[in-house]
Each structure stands twice: as structure tokens, then as C-alpha cells.
């Protein structure tokens, strides 16, 4: 199983490398919001703010949700899409050109594109491509 340098830079951009209050209390890797359920508000909220960060138990329950919301979620059809065709041409999958299709998971659009890139390309991130998990850690396969 291959880690994936896009999910990599992404729990590393909205943890803060992992410094983040959601990350640290709520196991959070991804800022993932909830309206309904158990969260953590996010400092600086106005008191009619109904929005949360999602609070999980463990890390991999974190994941769980990302990859859920990556593979279900109207808002990221194009970036299922972009995937597929990768996987239908039979090429390795391309992490800055699937960030493109994520300007819609931070309210900042396209510099979070950038950002993301910029992570990728400054940590050397696809050298982690190639790692391998232990086989009792988390299913990351199905991720990107």
C-alpha cells in the first residue's frame, strides 16, 4: 500500500503540522466542518456561528471521513473524475494536478491550491509514494 502525497499535505496544511488545537483535542487531521455533530469550535467564532470542526475518538476515524468526503461529496466529482481518468490510462496518480480540483475544501479557493502544491514540491512529498504501512495500520489505498 502507498501512502499518497496529496492527503499527506493536506492533514499537514489544516493540522498546522500537526500543532493544531483540532488535531491535538479532536483528532482532526482535515478541518473537516459539522453542523450536526460532535465538534470543536473554532476560537474567534461569533456565538451564531452554528459550524464545528468534526471531533473524532481516533486518528483513523479522521481519515474514515476525509476519504468519505473526497469519494462522496458533490463538491468533489471533478477530483473523483480527474482520478479516474489517471487510473483508466493506467498512470500514476498526480497529486498537483488533483489539488487543482480541491479549490472548494478551504474558503480561500485557489491559494489553498497553491498551498497545497507548494507543500508537496518544498517537503519532497513524493518521496513518501513509496512507503509502506505496517499491515495493522490504517487502509490508505483507497484515499486517492
Known amino acids: 500500500m502507498k ?3 496529496l492527503w499527506l499535505a493536506q492533514a ?3 493540522t498546522g503540522w500537526g500543532t493544531s488545537r483540532f488535531a491535538q483535542e479532536g483528532n482532526a487531521l482535515f478541518g473537516q466542518w459539522t453542523w450536526s455533530g ?3 469550535k473554532p476560537a474567534g467564532a461569533d456565538d451564531d456561528s452554528t459550524h464545528k470542526v468534526m471531533k473524532f475518538k ?7 471521513a476525509y476519504q468519505r468526503n473526497l469519494n462522496t461529496h458533490s463538491t468533489y466529482k471533478g477530483f473523483r473524475s ?3 481518468q489517471f487510473r483508466d ?3 500514476k496518480l498526480d497529486s498537483i494536478v488533483l489539488t487543482e480540483h480541491l479549490d472548494k475544501y478551504a ?3 485557489k491559494q489553498y491550491v497553491r498551498i497545497l502544491q507548494q507543500i508537496i514540491r518544498q517537503n519532497n512529498l513524493e518521496d513518501f509514494d513509496d512507503a509502506k504501512l505496517l499491515p495493522e495500520s490504517i487502509d490508505l489505498e483507497s484515499l486517492i
Open 3 to 5: 501512502f499518497q502525497h
Open 12 to 14: 499537514a496544511k489544516e
Open 38 to 40: 460532535d465538534g470543536i
Open 58 to 64: 481516533v486518528l483513523q476515524a479522521s481519515v474514515k
Open 82 to 84: 480527474a482520478r479516474a
Open 89 to 91: 490510462h493506467n498512470k
Open 107 to 109: 474558503e480561500t479557493g
